[in-house]
């Protein structure tokens, strides 16, 4: 029957005939309605013939090509890359192919010339089924080139891709013919795609279903055939080798830890999605993280990744759970003592006596080095946090005297309430005006009822400290408004607002962190490439037997420790841990960088299970998503540090300079790129 069915909806589409016309009705746009005839006329209908090795003949039409539709690789636009847009029908389905031309851009310097070169594998795109995609967003900055946003099934995003030639009306009179695509209620610039419900509730995310305990994320591989080889290949008789037909790995998260509650879990799908990714993209990738050199959302989830796909064959870890058993954790520990020089044992948590013995009579703290280290060995007493975290975030400079710091408060108060009106004061007739707060504030008002419901200082209906978290992520959006909001921001702030419970100083220490942290979030994830990268060096450098075997499986892109960098673990300890541990990382003691090493530690120590179960990228990913409440922090700490000692400046060298959490290096630009920047 299905069968019968592609026959049919492939015969329509070869004569032009779009299927169910009635659902995919663009009349509201006159655009891209007056663009349908010439989107026939542009696209060159083409057909070729490809050996599947089955003894079937699959067609290829292309539908739509367009030249020097251009992406931007780096933050700050100093090189572009070229490439070939298409649309092609293949056995009744739609497909979306990128290829980058041969050579950068002219208008890149020699000195980006090499640079981008390193991010043409990475961004290629050899077969995308439009099946897959959630919306498509489309820019028009008043001044500059139109360009368009791919968001795949809950999240995943590509970078923006540029339209210089124009084209952009056709793209769009092409997809309607062959893919069932509205307008958003919600947002006129998102058409969304083969949604077939609610478009309000699902444009923003797919995720916003109240009541949900578990996540249900799917993996895929690549669908089974690429264009590439079908245009190249056909006519040759030569054998096509295809990947393996569109799958579906799915697996429910089991959330082991109290803390995770269904309300955090909400909030937090957002971000775990961007681990998920598609073969083809680890495809396109591993070349990139071969090479030695470094890269890496905005209002929906800044580019979060996850990939839904069709449940047809090959359910081979469907309802498999992978939890680290108690003789796994024995071995590899085992295999890793013999490896580790082992880190410091940890100590006690700094106390009150101890704090004071670092103050001179005036407040100053005399030695901030030994104080570090302090903290590092052992954390800090939960009655001293909120006066040292001020000091570990640098919202207090350590020579400060006692009446600076009191004086600095009330000054800081001022501003914030100065900040925090600017939005406070906005009516409802502005507010109807202003849709990018009207976008935000939604957003915020979604993820701050979810996160840390489960913690009592969060929990309960009309919680006042909610709201005061709801208040300091819009004025942050106010006072940083390049950034603005991103989901994952709550998680960071929650812990903060719960130590300090003060407002104002909550605010303060969090934009603080956001400037080490921010780039975490940025429309072309360069933060979160740059430190998968260096992830990918390090673990080169310090278990080569580990980063071969990673290479061989196609996960050198190190997409499975996503969550892990994104939000600093926050997922995988309890509240009580996560304190200690961030507070351990903001030392930067050993390194700006730790948490990098804390990566490392963690998948050293189950290399054994790793290898020896032989798991490709999608066991892997499933294997260290249930690491979750398993870890032993202490014991991760000091293998990371015996593993930073042991790498010393080689180390460093695997972590370009300005990789987050190191502070950003400015330009012209500034920190952050807008929303529309003209490139």
């Not at 696209?43 to 067609?59: C, F, H, I, P, W």
């Not at 430190?531 to 673990?539: H, I």
Request: proline share 4%; net charge negative.
């Amino acid at each position: 029957m299905r069968r019968e069915e592609a026959s049919a909806a492939a015969a329509a589409a070869e004569a032009g005939t779009p299927r169910s016309p009635d659902l995919h009705d663009l009349s509201d746009d006159s655009d891209y309605a007056a663009a349908a005839a010439a989107s026939s006329s542009h696209s060159a209908m083409r057909s070729d013939l490809v050996d599947q090795g089955s003894g079937e003949t699959a067609k290829v039409d292309v539908v739509y090509e367009k030249e020097r539709v251009t992406i931007h690789p780096t933050q700050y636009g100093s090189g572009r890359i070229s490439g070939k847009l298409r649309l092609y029908l293949q056995q009744g389905s739609l497909f979306l192919s990128w290829e980058p031309n041969e050579g950068v851009d002219s208008l890149s310097s020699n000195s980006a010339t090499m640079e981008i070169e390193k991010y043409r594998n990475l961004y290629t795109i050899k077969a995308l089924p439009l099946s897959d995609v959630r919306f498509i967003r489309k820019h028009t900055p008043t001044f500059g080139f139109e360009y368009i946003i791919i968001v795949l099934s809950s999240g995943l995003a590509f970078p923006p891709f540029y339209f210089y030639n124009g084209g952009l009306r056709e793209l769009f009179a092409t997809l309607k013919k062959h893919v069932f695509i509205i307008r958003s209620d919600d947002d006129p610039n998102v058409f969304l795609v083969n949604d077939f419900q609610d478009p309000l509730q699902k444009s923003l995310s797919s995720l916003e279903l109240p009541g949900v305990a578990t996540v249900a994320n799917a993996m895929s591989q690549q669908n089974s055939l690429s264009f590439t080889s079908s245009v190249d290949e056909a006519g040759h008789g030569s054998d096509a080798k295809h990947g393996a037909s569109s799958s579906m790995t799915e697996y429910v998260s089991k959330q082991k830890h109290r803390s995770n509650d269904p309300g955090r879990d909400l909030s937090i799908q957002v971000l775990e999605k961007f681990s998920l990714v598609t073969k083809f993209a680890r495809d396109t990738t591993s070349s990139l993280f071969r090479e030695n050199h470094s890269s890496g959302g905005h209002t929906y989830g800044r580019q979060q990744q996850e990939y839904v796909l069709d449940n047809r064959a090959n359910d081979k870890y469907k309802d498999q759970q992978i939890t680290p058993d108690k003789d796994s954790l024995l071995s590899d520990s085992m295999e890793s003592n013999k490896i580790l020089a082992w880190g410091k044992p940890r100590e006690q948590p700094l106390s009150v006596d101890e704090w004071r013995s670092f103050l001179d009579p005036e407040g100053r703290v005399m030695d901030s080095k030994a104080l570090r280290k302090k903290v590092f060995y052992g954390g800090i007493d939960h009655v001293l946090r909120k006066e040292v975290w001020k000091f570990l975030l640098g919202y207090h400079e350590y020579d400060s005297t006692y009446a600076e710091r009191e004086y600095l408060a009330v000054m800081k108060r001022t501003e914030y309430e100065a900040i925090k009106s600017q939005w406070k004061s906005i009516s409802s007739t502005q507010a109807k005006r202003f849709t990018k707060f009207r976008e935000r504030k939604g957003l915020i008002d979604k993820d701050v009822v979810r996160t840390d419901r489960s913690v009592p200082y969060y929990e309960g209906d009309d919680n006042q400290n909610v709201l005061v978290l709801r208040d300091i992520l819009l004025t942050y959006s106010f006072y940083n408004f390049d950034l603005g909001y991103c989901q994952g921001m709550s998680d960071f702030l929650a812990p903060i607002l719960y130590v300090m419970e003060d407002e104002s100083e909550s605010f303060w220490c969090f934009a603080i962190l956001m400037e080490r942290l921010g780039a975490n979030f940025n429309r072309d994830q360069n933060g979160m490439h740059a430190q998968l990268l260096a992830l990918s060096k390090l673990v080169e450098l310090l278990d080569p037997q580990l980063h071969n075997y990673f290479r061989k499986n196609d996960c050198l892109n190190y997409f499975f420790c996503f969550r892990w960098v994104l939000i600093q673990f926050k997922r995988e300890f309890s509240f009580d841990q996560i304190m200690l541990l961030w507070e351990v990382l903001w030392t930067h003691y050993w390194s700006e960088h730790f948490h990098l090493y804390l990566c490392v530690a963690i998948l050293k120590r189950y290399r054994s299970r790793i290898i020896g179960e032989q798991m490709d990228f999608d066991t892997l990913l499933k294997f260290i998503n249930e690491l979750s409440g398993e870890i032993n922090l202490d014991r991760a700490i000091q293998d990371a540090e015996a593993l930073c000692d042991q790498a010393g400046p080689n180390g460093a060298a695997c972590i370009p300079p300005g990789t987050p959490p190191s502070m950003p290096i400015e330009t012209d630009g500034g920190l952050y790129v807008q929303e529309d920047e003209v490139m």
